[in-house]
């Protein structure tokens, strides 16, 4: 069990510049989540993936946001057109969800992104 | 929608010493999940201790206890013999137990916990 990697740690980019993130999950975690954290306040949730599907998104990832899972396994967080507001810690985290089990979320470092 | 409140932004504790961390919470569900994580300096958000509603049994994990009480929808936090280790945001977070809702955390505000020699 390496844990929930994320790639890169650290991200600054101008304003209208796209932006991809990446996240490992645990191997054997089927879900996979994305959260979001600005200075101050909790993670808030802003997607998650059932293996390769994503079966919800929260209304603060907006059209610029979109996320895929090709295979069920790593994911990636992509913001085009970057806004100030971007700025922002972003978390991955991971679980093992079956039909009697669900274990709590296992979370990454985070990529901290940074919008000039 | 639920919603996590954790009214203390900061708090101190001697080493050695024993400190609650309050959490409250705002649900119509009967089935939800109840989780304490901590937030140390390198970022890594870490389990400390999960509740379940339908346990009327308070959790403990080593040094590391929780208060639930579901009428009054309070959830707080003790840290018995507190170290220097265990300075850090700490954060209360909620799931609901309806597997639908996508097993998703919402948080609190989260409380730093400084510990002094």
């Given at each position: 069990?390496?844990?929930?990697?994320?790639?890169?740690?650290?991200?600054?980019?101008?304003?209208?510049?796209?932006?991809?993130?990446?996240?490992?999950?645990?191997?054997?975690?089927?879900r996979l989540y994305w959260y979001r954290q600005t200075l101050g306040q909790g993670p808030e949730f802003l997607t998650y993936f059932q293996n390769e599907a994503q079966l919800e998104k929260s209304r603060l990832l907006s059209d610029r946001f979109s996320a895929e899972r090709p295979k069920g396994?790593?994911?990636?967080?992509?913001?085009?057109?970057?806004?100030?507001?971007?700025?922002?810690?972003?978390l991955c985290a991971s679980s093992l969800f079956g039909s009697s089990y669900n274990s709590p979320l296992?979370?990454?470092?985070?990529?901290r992104l940074t919008v000039t | 929608a639920q919603t996590v409140t954790q009214s203390q932004p900061?708090?101190?504790?001697?080493?050695?010493?024993?400190?609650?961390l309050s959490c409250t919470y705002d649900t119509s569900e009967s089935d939800y999940y109840l989780f304490w994580?901590?937030?140390?300096?390198?970022?890594?958000?870490?389990l400390v201790i999960r509740q379940e509603a339908y346990k009327q049994q308070n959790a403990t994990e080593n040094r590391f206890s929780v208060n639930?009480?579901?009428?009054?929808?309070?959830?707080?936090?003790?840290?018995?013999?507190?170290?220097?280790?265990?300075?850090?945001?700490?954060?209360?977070?909620y799931r609901s137990g309806?597997?639908?809702?996508?097993?998703?955390?919402?948080?609190?505000?989260?409380?730093?916990?400084?510990v002094t020699l």
């Open positions: 069990d390496t844990g929930v990697s994320q790639d890169p740690r650290h991200k600054i980019t101008k304003r209208g510049q796209n932006v991809t993130f990446r996240c490992d999950p645990i191997s054997e975690h089927n396994s790593f994911s990636t967080l992509e913001i085009q057109r970057t806004e100030q507001g971007d700025s922002a810690m972003y296992h979370f990454g470092n985070g990529t | 900061e708090m101190s504790v001697q080493e050695a010493e024993t400190v609650t994580y901590k937030q140390p300096p390198s970022r890594q958000m870490i639930f009480q579901k009428a009054a929808k309070s959830f707080s936090l003790k840290i018995s013999d507190s170290q220097l280790g265990d300075a850090a945001m700490y954060f209360c977070a309806n597997t639908g809702t996508a097993s998703k955390l919402t948080f609190g505000t989260g409380t730093r916990l400084q």
